[in-house]
Nanobody, 124 residues
Framework: QVQLVESGGGLVQAGGSLRLSCAAS????????MAWYRQAPGKQRELVAT???????YYTDSVKGRFTISRDNAKYTVYLQMNSLKPEDTAVYYC??????????????????WGQGTQVTVSS
């Protein structure tokens, strides 16, 4: 099986920075796309940023110019550098790994996985 473990959340004042990390572990061969989502209280989960194994990135409009997504393919780890944080960035941030190729015994699988979530709180 595959697990995603997130770290780096916390409380920060508006204008501050945080860096989230998400490491995938297991008998992994490859991961196509890694992404960060967030869910604020009373709102639906929304996509924040994605990065393909090729390095192609995508950002939702509200974080462009402030957040940077990156990944270490050798470590199956994705990062989210968040700068100029705003109170509206407050949410639980979830890591997602899409197209994860892994082995289980003699079988090869491809599945998607989610992390457990990490709280980011930005005070005004």
């Amino acid at each position: 099986q595959v697990q995603l473990v997130e770290s780096g959340g916390g409380l920060v004042q508006a204008g501050g920075s945080l860096r989230l990390s998400c490491a995938a572990s297991g008998n992994i061969f490859s991961i196509d796309t890694m992404a960060w989502y967030r869910q604020a209280p009373g709102k639906q989960r929304e996509l924040v940023a994605t990065i393909h194994s090729s390095g192609t990135t995508y950002y939702t409009d509200s974080v462009k110019g402030r957040f940077t997504i990156s990944r270490d393919n050798a470590k199956y780890t994705v990062y989210l550098q968040m700068n100029s944080l705003k109170p509206e960035d407050t949410a639980v941030y979830y890591c997602n790994a899409g197209g994860v190729g892994y082995s289980s015994g003699t079988n090869y699988h491809v599945d998607d996985y989610w992390g457990q979530g990490t709280q980011v709180t930005v005070s005004s």
